[in-house]
C-alpha cells in the first residue's frame, strides 16, 4: 500500500488543520492506522492512531483533546483534525498504516512521505 498525506501548512496559533493520508495500491479498511511527527532537531513521536478491530483509537497527551483521527473507507482515507493548534505541534506529520489490529510495538510497516506544519505564534 501507498500513502500519501498532504494538507499541512502555515497557520496562526489557535487555529485548524486537517490532514490527510489518502491510501493508494490496496484497501486501507483493513489496516490500523497511525500519525507520528518530527519537529527540527527532535525524534519522531506518535500523535495518534486508530485500530482497525474495533476502532479504538489513542493520542499522545500533548494533543488529546485537540487532535481526532478519523477514516473514510470509501475514499480510501485517513484524517487528522487539528484543532487549538500550538507552535509547539509544529513539525513535519507523517502517517502509517499496518495491516490488521495494532502491533503491541507499535511498529507500522508501511510509511508515507511527510507533510510540512508550521504554526506561528
Known amino acids: 500500500v501507498q500513502l500519501q498525506a498532504s494538507g499541512g501548512g502555515l497557520v496562526l496559533a489557535g487555529g485548524s488543520l486537517r490532514l490527510s493520508c489518502a491510501a493508494s495500491?490496496?484497501?486501507?479498511?483493513?489496516?490500523?492506522v497511525g500519525w507520528f511527527r518530527q519537529a527540527p532537531g527532535k525524534g519522531r513521536e506518535f500523535v495518534s492512531s486508530l485500530n482497525w478491530r474495533g476502532g479504538s483509537t489513542r493520542y499522545a497527551d500533548s494533543v488529546k483533546g485537540r487532535f481526532t483521527i478519523s477514516r473514510d473507507n470509501a475514499k480510501n482515507t485517513v484524517y487528522l483534525h487539528m484543532n487549538s493548534l500550538k507552535p509547539e505541534d509544529t513539525a513535519v506529520y507523517f502517517c502509517?498504516?499496518?495491516?490488521?489490529?495494532?502491533?503491541?510495538?507499535?511498529?507500522?510497516?508501511?510509511w508515507g512521505q511527510g507533510t510540512q506544519v508550521t504554526v506561528s505564534s
Open positions: 495500491g490496496r484497501s486501507l479498511s483493513r489496516y490500523s
Open positions: 502509517a498504516a499496518d495491516p490488521g489490529s495494532l502491533s503491541p510495538t507499535g511498529r507500522f510497516d508501511y
